[in-house]
């Protein structure tokens, strides 16, 4: 049986309750360590197949943040071909757990320090939604040289712009939310843009919160620098094996609401949650192990996987044993 309050996490990341590739991740795996101290019973074999069980049903919550099976696989991938009684195994799953965690802070503390220094005093810059990888990186900036201002888009539908508001107010920062459409209109006042990323492909091409690509685009023709900044673990090892990153479609219901909906019965809506921005689009990808352009994605992914060939489990595996 999965704990009830694992399933609840599930329900919060599939309801976006939870959100922000990195912030999923950690739910997802606090949720495993919960699972994990929570099992009862005695047999090595029953206790594997539980946290299989259990992290299908983390994977599936949401299919585009590559954050979700990466982290969940990295806990998993400890017990193949592990021996021992329960209690052993789940020492196996909590270590990981814990490596996991914090390993994510620590990257998110070097993307911040190595991101600050692409960041010049008085800058202006444009964020996209809600990236806590870009949130750091721009708070550190502020912190360190002062920017002038950042515009955050409000993030249509959901209004992530104003956690971001939020988040960079806190830090001190200056921000000016303007709707998604206005990006184009506004950045001839902008110096850099800095986003997030759900998932990076083999290719470099990055995947992130639906807009991102026309971002790209207007930054493109004003001579803007775009920048992604992202922790190795969204770089998406399935890529490597020619596997396309899936793009969530979100109910209509986010776009139009459901009383507006029943009025309308013919109205068709899409709702794609993320885009595709090429590679030849970004300037730099900001990592806890340094700036690479995206044409070094693939180099990134091969060293992820260097101690562990043909493991399921990426990049940080190494890192966090390293910690
Ligand atoms: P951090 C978010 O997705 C946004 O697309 C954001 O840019 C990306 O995750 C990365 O966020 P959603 O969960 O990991 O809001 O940098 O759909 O916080």
């Not at 994990?36 to 069980?53: C, H, I, V």
């Not at 950045?187 to 639906?210: F, S, T």
């Amino acid at each position: 049986m999965i704990p009830e309050e694992v399933l609840r996490v599930a329900e919060d990341i599939r309801e976006m309750r939870v959100r922000g590739a990195s912030r999923i991740a950690r739910a997802a795996v606090e949720a495993l360590l919960l699972a994990a101290e929570k099992y009862q019973g005695s047999d090595p074999g029953d206790f594997a197949l539980y946290m299989r069980r259990v992290a299908e049903v983390l994977v599936s919550t949401r299919p585009t943040a590559v954050t979700l099976p990466n982290a969940v696989n990295y806990v998993v991938s400890a017990l193949r071909g592990a021996r021992g009684s329960v209690e052993e195994l789940r020492g196996l799953v909590v270590e990981r757990c814990r490596s996991f965690i914090s390993y994510i802070d620590s990257a998110l503390d070097r993307i911040a320090e190595i991101g600050s220094r692409v960041l010049s005093s008085g800058d202006v810059v444009l964020t996209h939604c809600n990236s806590l990888a870009a949130i750091k990186v721009i708070a550190r900036a502020h912190e360190r040289k002062g920017l002038s201002r950042v515009y955050a888009t409000e993030t249509r539908p959901r209004f992530q712009g104003l956690t971001t508001y939020r988040m960079l107010s806190q830090a001190g920062v200056e921000v000016v939310l303007i709707p998604d459409s206005a990006v184009r209109y506004v950045m001839r006042e902008v110096d850099k843009v800095v986003v997030g990323a759900d998932a990076i492909a083999a290719n470099g091409a990055v995947v992130n919160k639906i807009g991102t690509s026309l971002i790209a685009l207007a930054a493109r023709e004003r001579g803007v620098d775009f920048y992604v900044a992202a922790e190795t673990y969204k770089f998406s090892p399935y890529t490597l094996i020619g596997e396309l990153v899936e793009i969530e479609e979100r109910e209509a219901s986010e776009v139009v609401p459901a009383d507006l909906l029943a009025k309308h019965p013919l109205l068709s809506v899409r709702n794609p949650a993320f885009d595709v921005t090429a590679p030849e689009y970004v300037t730099g990808i900001i990592t806890e192990l340094g700036v690479f352009p995206p044409a070094a994605a693939a180099l990134v992914l091969r060293e992820m996987y260097r101690s562990e060939p043909g493991a399921e489990a990426p990049a940080l595996v190494r890192g966090v044993e390293e910690e």
